[in-house]
């Protein structure tokens, strides 16, 4: 099962709407947002959740947290973080050996 901090919905929306923009059509995208909905993903959210991510981006020198929730929620679990980032892979790698960064093209 995946975990993800409850900002996930937030995030796809936002980039669904970019691809949109982009060209994507509303189907397209309707779509997408629909299949958000139907996948088996625990979300996670807390008051602690933000100040760890707080805590998280400013161990990595990023000027957002938003990142560093996802960070924070595979820290608790105990489980790899893997994202599309390379950003976020490049600098968390330093800190935590269990990040790994997947191409998605």
């Given amino acids: ?3 993800a901090p409850s900002l996930i919905g937030y995030e796809i929306a936002n980039t ?3 691809k949109r923009s982009e ?3 509303q189907e397209q995208v309707n779509h997408a ?3 958000l ?3 088996d993903i625990e979300l996670v959210y807390d008051e602690e959740l933000h100040k760890e991510s707080t805590t998280i981006a400013r161990a990595l020198n990023h000027s957002a947290a938003y990142d560093a929730h996802y960070l924070a929620v595979s820290i608790r ?3 790899r973080f893997i994202t599309c980032d390379r ?6 790698a330093v800190i935590y050996n ?3 960064f997947i191409n998605p093209v």
């Fill in 98 to 100: 269990w990040v790994d």
């Fill in 33 to 35: 947002l629909q299949n």
């Fill in 37 to 39: 909905g139907r996948m």
């Fill in 77 to 79: 679990r105990g489980t």
């Fill in 16 to 18: 669904m709407h970019r």
């Fill in 23 to 25: 060209g994507m059509s």
């Fill in 1 to 3: 099962m995946l975990v």
């Fill in 87 to 92: 950003r976020l892979s490049n600098s968390a």
